[in-house]
């Protein structure tokens, strides 16, 4: 049974773009199948609004404005605009699209913690946080670094960012130094304010057994909410919205971020005279959009802020894969990065095209690898091939020989083949499979295509024209299908199908049941090529442009100075470090972790490790290899696994495991 249409309204947001950067591929990993998914509940007559926002506060947007000599409110509204036309050239059309800078929102945040705060919720500790000398300022997160207290990578101030995934309270990250001026960093007191998340462990395992969304969202949540802490939620910061009551402390971004959500409806709601309270104080269906790496946020923080301040809870949390670049991990610094306004929409590619390959390269909750020959591939073959070329040749031939739509009526097989394509995509839909809906409806271009072929139209009409009417009149019942069902993920080329088709109204406002009202007689225009091949010479340029872009970015890293020397040791400190080789017995993936494996390694005795190297090294590959250890490392808990000792690695492309030059026995040190 369809989870929609639903009697309760639907608001589907997508996670805020931080207005700090350009939008590139990445970003529309979430929005486009937001799009998508809004337009096929209106298609099914839901009630419902779609909204998001700019991210405008936080320490990055502090720094990056800093080192451009401007404020912070100009970088925002810089990149909010930004934003803004690149949706809209995407096809991504918001409800509204505000900005967390806005009166509204920073009332909406004040609203909220004061309610936190009046509920008990929130209480002030006094911290060591970092503070620089030389610049004499309390440091914020992001202008610490140093190293993880769990897993010993090198860290940022609120999150092990090329480790373990950890966030990082303010104080915890050791060996913390001044991202600005290189220098060390020395602790001081300073009164903050912390959210009782851990208050929350017991609502938040029975809200996630009815929390839907995506699977890769909810069992991560449900294995961080086994180790709860509390949040620090007020920062040292100019920029932001006031922490109730403390002139020189803003809120955490992380706290009025999703809050925007709330004050972007409220905002909508005044422009078009709603109510705002119907989807955030009564029953509604809330349904985020959000990139894999905020799951956290969105499912163990956020609900836990609602339920403390009384506001309706979230009914969903869809969660996509990360982004990868021709097989690369999408790394900005590196050059893996196809910039959605230069590498794409300025070159001529219609925004149709990119929104196929997005949904239909893989499943929403995999690793989506972007490939220009991939896409070329799926443009020619899929849209050009099928879609396009079914489209253009009913049209053609009705408009050639029938002078548009011919009389009589449309065969029931074909309107049974409609609606069963239908139903299928809708329930994949509710299932947030995204290729699976749009595998689907690309069959239905493909029955129609075997159902012309199999009749021949085109010999048809020297021999029997009224049967090679109703053949014409049944591939366009099948047509107008398509561009019903094909509106979600193109509407570019569906408006202008629709068009063709000569039908009235608005296709954008038309539903999925439209496609069973059979096509009046109507005149019809010559047809015009909707999708057209991609050449091979266009796509090596395009290859080019991002090769070059790695060619550049690596050649900036070597250039960059080398990492300031650390402090000279003695032999006594060094021989301090009980560094053993060991043996592999066993590796296993932890759950909730795309990071972390476990590791059971002979060193003379049998240590469990915890290990970030998932992501270079599969389990079944180390096992019976020889590795090294530190063995006296302090023992810490990372997903409630505890780690007894590194495994070292050197600092490449991805972690290169150190091992010995030969095999020795299990539990010799290194000296």
């Not at 925002?76 to 930004?82: A, N, S």
Request: net charge neutral; hydrophobic share 40%.
């Amino acid at each position: 049974m369809s989870n929609f249409p639903s009697d309760k309204p639907v608001l589907v947001t997508c996670g805020l773009p931080y207005a700090n950067g350009k939008c590139h591929m990445g970003h529309l990993r979430t929005y486009v199948p937001g799009d998508i998914f809004i337009r096929a509940l209106r298609k099914q007559g839901q009630e419902s609004v779609f909204v998001c926002g700019s991210d405008a506060h936080g320490t990055p947007i502090v720094v990056n404005a800093e080192e451009q000599g401007i404020t912070p409110t100009e970088l925002v509204c810089k990149y909010h605009e930004h934003f803004k036309t690149v949706f809209k050239a995407m096809e991504v059309d918001f409800s509204i699209f505000g900005n967390t800078d806005s009166p509204t929102n920073h009332a909406r945040t004040t609203s909220i913690v004061e309610a936190l705060i009046s509920n008990g919720y929130v209480y002030s500790q006094t911290i060591k946080l970092a503070y620089c000398p030389k610049d004499k300022r309390f440091l914020p997160d992001r202008y610490v670094e140093g190293i993880c207290p769990y897993c010993g990578s090198v860290a940022r101030g609120d999150e092990c960012d090329q480790g373990c995934g950890k966030h990082l309270e303010p104080g915890e990250i050791r060996q913390a130094r001044c991202r600005i001026c290189g220098n060390a960093a020395e602790y001081r007191e300073q009164e903050h304010f912390f959210f009782k998340l851990s208050a929350f462990k017991g609502f938040l395992s029975k809200y996630l057994e009815t929390l839907n969304g995506t699977p890769n969202a909810i069992n991560y949540a449900k294995e961080w909410v086994k180790d709860l802490r509390d949040w620090c939620i007020s920062r040292n910061l100019e920029w932001g919205v006031r922490f109730p009551g403390h002139d020189d402390l803003v809120v955490y971004v992380w706290v009025d971020a999703p809050i925007g959500y709330i004050s972007f409806t409220e905002e909508w709601a005044n422009a078009t005279g709603d109510d705002w309270e119907k989807y955030w104080k009564r029953d509604s269906r809330i349904i985020h959009f959000i990139g894999e790496d905020i799951t956290y946020h969105h499912c163990i923080f956020w609900p836990a802020m609602l339920k403390g301040a009384g506001y309706t809870l979230p009914w969903a949390v869809v969660a996509s894969g990360m982004l990868k670049i021709e097989d690369k991990k999408f790394s900005k610094s590196r050059g893996y990065v196809v910039w959605v306004d230069e590498d794409y929409l300025d070159h001529g590619f219609h925004p149709d095209l990119l929104r196929y390959y997005i949904v239909n390269y893989t499943s929403h909750t995999k690793e989506l690898n972007f490939s220009w020959k991939v896409f070329q591939d799926k443009v020619n073959n899929e849209l050009v091939g099928a879609l396009g070329n079914f489209l253009h040749r009913t049209l053609h031939f009705a408009h050639k020989n029938f002078g548009g739509i011919p009389e009589g009526k449309v065969d029931e097989e074909i309107f049974e083949a409609i609606q069963q394509k239908i139903y299928q995509v809708v329930s994949y839909f509710d299932e947030y499979e995204f290729k699976k809906a749009t595998d689907m409806m690309m069959e239905l271009a493909m029955f129609g295509n075997a159902y012309f072929q199999q009749y021949k139209p085109w010999q048809l009409i020297k021999t029997d024209r009224e049967m090679c009417a109703r053949v014409v009149k049944n591939c366009l019942q099948i047509g107008k299908a398509l561009v019903l069902l094909f509106e979600t993920v193109l509407p570019g080329n569906m408006e202008k199908a629709w068009k063709q088709l000569a039908l009235d109204g608005d296709v954008h406002a038309a539903r999925f049941e439209d496609a069973l009202v059979e096509l009046p007689p109507a005149a019809l225009e010559a047809p015009v090529v909707l999708f057209s091949k991609i050449e091979d010479k266009k796509i090596k340029e395009m290859e080019s442009i991002l090769d070059k872009r790695i060619k550049l970015a690596v050649s900036k890293e070597k250039k960059t100075k080398p990492e300031e020397e650390k402090p000279v040791i003695s032999f006594e400190e060094f021989q301090s470090l009980d560094i053993r080789a060991g043996t592999v017995l066993s590796a296993e993936n932890i759950k909730g972790s795309d990071k972390l494996l476990k590791l059971e390694v002979d060193i003379g005795e049998k240590r469990q490790i915890v290990a970030g190297i998932a992501k270079s090294h599969n389990p079944s590959d180390l096992v019976g290899r020889q590795v090294v250890v530190l063995a006296n490392m302090k023992p810490a808990k990372l997903f409630g696994v505890e780690s007894r000792g590194m495994v070292l690695a050197a600092d490449a492309d991805g972690a290169v495991l150190l091992m010995p030059e030969k095999k020795v026995k299990d539990g010799t040190r290194i000296r």
